[in-house]
């Protein structure tokens, strides 16, 4: 899993100054552009942002989403043709925020925690999502490489639902709704690694799947830390008096909510079992030494009585005129009756340990 990390300037420099600090490969930035009403639909990939300046003084709803590195460059173009505030246009850049909701003037910038899963399946990427939500005109920034909004570019081209008759605040909903509901495929996708490793504890524990819990563990806590606060971000849109949510759109925001709690429920039972599986583990592991040693004693025991025996008639004192003389080491049969005593007393104690249930 590549775990999220808080980005962030020097301390001492200048709030709102746009300075990318870029960590692993760059993912390549491309621009798109949606622009519609109840009864008409553009779309089209931007070369600049000065393409999208006709659309401000129109009456339709404008989305722009911007997919990779957004370069200071252009946060300076789009935040001068706009009217975004520096400093919401810096945490855009400096990404790892906590999930938030900020209002200023013209605007309102609400970040989102992305959660993802690799196309491998194998790892998982929590990602930030910018917003801003203007009076006619919504702005995405998603920093990862792989649009994950073709769903709603579908709902709006097909006109699917009531997105294409209501406002711009309709369709922050509809990304953010998107962005939230990921998160119950990768909690699938987790629930199913815990049960996995449980399965595999219980029959041979090992050191692997020691770590592998561990890093289950680890990613549980990133989710609830990068995913808490997203309940309060959309709370506060349900219960906040923002100009640009209307009061329609915050009956849906209240099914966002629903889902952020049955998000956070969901993490909190995977935590418990994650904390369980650790007993499981030392559990299964000290049950498997006890089975190991309860054979080995067995064993051992079964040995004792035979050892005695073979050390008796191993001392071999030969002198026929003393009255300690062992008279058995005469005997014709006298070494094949030590190994019929001898099997006899092994098989009589697996008999009785059997009764007893020792083994």
Not at 112 to 132: C, K, R, T, Y
């Amino acid at each position: 899993m590549a775990y999220f990390t808080k980005r962030y300037h020097p301390p001492g420099t200048s709030p709102g100054t746009l300075t990318q600090r870029r960590e692993g490969p760059p993912v390549p930035l491309s621009v798109s552009l949606i622009d519609y009403t109840a009864s008409e639909f553009r779309e089209k990939s931007l070369a600049t942002f000065e393409e999208c300046r006709p659309y401000l003084d129109q009456d339709t709803v404008t989305w722009i989403h911007v997919q990779g590195d957004a370069v200071p460059d252009t946060m300076r173009e789009i935040g001068q043709i706009f009217g975004l505030h520096p400093l919401a246009l810096e945490d855009v850049i400096n990404t790892g925020q906590r999930p938030k909701v900020d209002e200023y003037d013209e605007q309102l910038f609400v970040v989102m925690a992305h959660p993802l899963i690799d196309d491998d399946g194998e790892n998982m990427n929590v990602h930030q999502l910018s917003l801003f939500l203007g009076r006619n005109f919504v702005i995405s920034f998603h920093p990862g490489g792989k649009d994950p909004f073709d769903p709603v570019r579908k709902r709006l081209r097909d006109r699917v639902g009531r997105i294409r008759e209501r406002g711009a605040d309709f369709l922050l909903y509809a990304l953010m709704d998107l962005v939230i509901d990921d998160g119950f495929p990768v909690l699938e996708w987790l629930g199913d690694e815990i049960e996995e490793l449980e399965e595999e504890m219980l029959e041979t524990p090992t050191g692997a799947n020691l770590r592998r819990l561990y890093e289950l563990k680890r990613t549980l806590v990133v989710l609830r830390r990068m995913l808490w606060p997203q309940r309060e971000v959309v709370s506060r849109l349900v219960h906040g008096d923002d100009v640009h949510v209307s009061e329609g759109t915050k009956i849906y925001f209240r099914d966002c909510y629903d889902h952020t709690i049955q998000i956070m429920d969901l993490i909190e039972s995977y935590r418990d079992m994650a904390t369980g599986l650790l007993d499981v583990y030392l559990s299964s592991v000290s049950y498997r030494l006890n089975e190991i040693m309860r054979v080995l004693t067995v064993i051992a025991t079964i040995f004792i009585p035979l050892t005695f025996i073979v050390g008796l008639y191993g001392m071999n004192f030969r002198n026929e005129n003393s009255p300690w003389a062992m008279p058995e080491l005469y005997w014709y049969y006298g070494y094949p009756l030590v190994w019929v005593l001898m099997i006899a007393i092994a098989g009589g104690m697996l008999v009785y340990f059997r009764k007893r249930k020792w083994f």
